[in-house]
């Protein structure tokens, strides 16, 4: 289990939701199930509108990552994640602030993501 919470002027209070690490949903669609109004459109990488900033909770390393093709060109073209950041999450697979929540898969760390 891990849990989400979610910030952002869009709401009125931050809100924290459970999901089940290693089921494979993304973060977008743990905030549409939970009614968190994460912006989006394509749903599939590739317009950059659901571009979220996450944080690890509680004092822990960020788990490893592996960022898609599509999420370094889409985050890149939006300004949220720079070459050295890029270069950063291949060398040591620590995740960038920035990711795109409908390409994020949630897993077994608490997390703070602001939108
Ligand atoms: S909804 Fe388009 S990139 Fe995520």
Redesign the pocket.
């Known amino acids: 289990m891990a849990n989400v919470t979610f910030t952002s002027p869009a709401m009125s209070k931050d809100v924290t939701v459970y999901a089940t690490a290693g089921d494979c949903r993304t973060l ?1 669609k743990v905030a549409q199930r939970n009614r968190i109004p994460v912006h ?12 979220i900033r996450v944080e690890v909770l509680a004092n822990r390393e960020p788990m490893g990552v592996h960022l898609t093709e ?1 999420e370094k060109k ?1 985050l890149r073209l939006a300004g949220k994640i720079s070459k050295e950041q890029i270069a950063a999450a291949e060398t040591t697979d620590l995740p960038p602030p920035w990711r ?4 994020f898969i949630v897993r077994n760390e608490d997390i703070l993501v602001t939108f």
Request: hydrophobic share 30%; aromatic share 6%; net charge negative.
């Open positions: 977008l989006f459109e394509c749903q599939n990488g590739e317009c950059g509108s659901c571009a599509k889409v795109l929540a409908c390409q």
